[in-house]
């Protein structure tokens, strides 16, 4: 018995295509029910995100599993086979591909951390309905494991890799948890929207939106769940806000020094964060100069997520080494032979039937198969 | 943080022994001085770095360890001070000079996080982010952390000071003097920062500052 993977990600098929391919989630234990019903298939775990979609499993014959399960993909989500073609890995490339994945080496933003608690997730909802056996938890154990050395060993999480995740990165740096944050948001663009719904996802508690155009201004407050400010009163509630996103179609500056200087005397010695992603630019440069107050603009932050990418671009290798130097250490375990169990000294009759782990044949729905080694 | 905790044993080890050749708390030279406070720096760094969410404290606190150590060393080269056992103990002697001594390590971390504040606002306000800048915790901790050791060293030296009227052998004037010019500044510091909320820098550069006061009175001590 060995192990496959089949799939398809972000690289090799266009979201139409993958949209297409997903898995329901509720429906996963039903669908392994089917693919465990395959013949040449006797575990599987199938991995379904935004960004790929992949069925590891294990077979007496791989290329025949894999054979039978292109088959099963392209009927059971009713697609041409000329639309799509699936990546096909057995043995050590099939474990390989998981480390990586796990790694979030083959994330569409490289080094990204969610990948690992969705192959979490998928190896819970296989062991669940007991789709896994033997193969598959050590696969999958033994993933988690590399998943955790490589993200502790190498820089592959650092440094953002988009403006709105460098613009939180900042503000994490500044304010650390960003739980009771004010943000008030100067213009309501998309940017500015989808910078503040970042903020917003790590914890900052209120928004304040001022707009030239009132009405849209209400709009994007409540979509935020915050507080609408008429443009002739914003200054005033300018002391309030912990980070400031400005974007407005002005031709010249909004926000100066001097505002900011009054601003600060209010704040009494806490920081603000502002975020021009304006351009023209909204906020002026000496706003910089201002002690405790940290500007930002649009360019800078690209440049700091671009940083972010070739960081992550160069820990690549670096990744691939601690992958590789696991593997060489402690070799892949779900394709290692299994353990001879002891001879009992009286075997009893009736325990005629093989202990391997190998011999459980297909797919057998019942709770003792997932537990047999965890 | 392995590194450190070795350090720290190695430490303890020897301010153990000092104390058994000694019959007291080993402070009876510049040397043993410089090494009590190391110590209390390391001791301050493990109960409250992880407490006030201090990464990477240690390894800003630890050139200020290795440079009072080689001081140290250098003093015990050119004049090891033998054996001073005391004929009695007086336990507020030994209450006053260990105290204060910690004391001096909650406020050479107050400094390492000013430290630590000027190098990241520095930093940010350059938007060039090296390889320590990701590790550094966030500017609101490292003012929080400041203002708390600040607090400490003087909840500790006040209590150094009280303890020196209990001694059987009161202190000199001098020694007095001096004491209560490090407790006033750091008095001042910390009061003006509560009324009238220092700025961050400003708040930053009196500790380092303030410590570097400190150190020039317990030398003259």
Not at chain 1, 210 to 236: I, P
Not at chain 1, 335 to 340: N, T, Y
Not at chain 2, 182 to 190: D, H, I, K, M, P
Request: hydrophobic share 45%; net charge negative; proline share 4%.
């Amino acid at each position: 018995v060995s192990i496959f993977c089949i799939g398809v990600n972000h690289k090799t098929a266009p979201v139409e295509i993958r949209e297409r391919l997903a898995f329901v989630e509720e429906k996963i234990p039903d669908d392994l029910h089917r693919i465990c019903q395959i013949d040449t298939v006797v575990e599987a775990v199938v991995l379904s995100t935004c960004n790929r979609v992949e069925v590891y499993g294990a077979s007496d014959s791989p290329p025949l599993a894999l054979n039978d399960l292109n088959d099963f993909l392209i009927h059971h989500f009713k697609i041409e086979s000329e639309q799509v073609e699936f990546y096909k890995f057995q043995s050590e490339a099939a474990a390989h591909h998981l480390f990586e994945v796990a790694s979030g080496l083959d994330s569409m933003v490289l080094g990204e951390t969610e990948i690992f608690g969705q192959v979490k997730k998928a190896y819970a909802a296989a062991l669940n309905s007991g789709a896994t056996s033997r193969r598959m938890n050590k696969l999958f154990q033994q993933s988690f494991s590399i998943g955790k050395l490589v993200r502790s060993n190498t820089r592959i999480q650092q440094g953002a890799t988009s403006v709105g995740a460098a613009a939180v990165d900042l503000a994490e740096k500044i304010f650390g948890q960003l739980q009771g944050c004010q943000v008030m948001l100067v213009g309501a663009g998309d940017m500015s929207r989808s910078t503040a719904q970042s903020l917003l996802s790590r914890g900052a508690s209120e928004m304040i939106v001022t707009n030239r155009s009132y009405h849209k201004a209400l709009e994007l407050a409540e979509d935020l769940g915050g507080r609408a400010v008429h443009f002739d009163d914003w200054e005033e509630a300018l002391h309030e806000a912990d980070i400031i996103i400005s974007s407005t179609s002005a031709p010249g500056i909004v926000i100066d020094a001097a505002m900011i200087r009054e601003a600060m005397r209010k704040r009494r010695g806490h920081s603000l964060f502002l975020i021009d992603i304006a351009v023209p630019r909204d906020i002026a440069d000496q706003v910089g100069d201002v002690d405790n107050a940290y500007l930002y603009n649009i360019d800078q932050l690209q440049i700091l997520a671009d940083e972010g990418l070739s960081c992550r671009e160069r820990q690549i290798a670096i990744c691939r080494k601690v992958i590789h130097d696991h593997i060489e250490k402690r070799g892949i375990q779900a394709l290692a032979p299994p353990r001879e169990q002891p001879r009992p000294k009286d075997p009893p009759e009736e325990s005629s039937t093989s202990s391997g782990d190998d011999a459980l044949g297909p797919f057998v729905p019942s709770p003792g198969n997932a537990n047999q080694d965890p | 943080m392995a590194l450190m905790a070795l350090g720290f044993v190695f430490q303890s080890l020897f301010l153990w022994e000092r104390g058994q050749l000694h019959n007291r708390c080993p402070i009876t030279s510049g040397g043993e001085i410089l090494i009590f406070i190391s110590w209390s720096i390391v001791i301050m760094y493990f109960f409250l770095g992880r407490a006030f969410r201090l990464s990477l404290l240690g390894v800003f606190s630890a050139p200020m360890v290795f440079l009072f150590q080689s001081i140290a060393l250098l003093l015990f080269w050119r004049n090891d001070p033998v054996p001073r056992p005391p004929a009695e103990v007086d336990r507020w002697l030994e209450m006053h000079a260990s105290t204060s001594l910690f004391a001096y390590g909650a406020f050479a971390l107050a400094a390492v996080a000013g430290v630590m504040y000027l190098f990241l606002d520095r930093q940010l306000k350059r938007r060039n982010h090296g390889q320590l800048f990701y590790n550094l915790p966030p500017i609101r901790y490292l003012v929080e952390a400041l203002v708390r050791l600040i607090i400490i060293g003087l909840i500790l030296t006040t209590a150094g000071i009280v303890s020196a009227f209990f001694m059987k052998q009161h202190p000199t004037e001098i020694h007095l003097a001096l004491s209560g010019a490090v407790w006033l500044v750091y008095a001042l510091v910390l009061a003006i920062h509560i009324f009238k909320r220092l700025r961050p820098r400003t708040l930053s550069i009196c500790a380092i500052f303030s410590f570097l006061l400190a150190l020039l009175t317990l030398s003259a001590v």
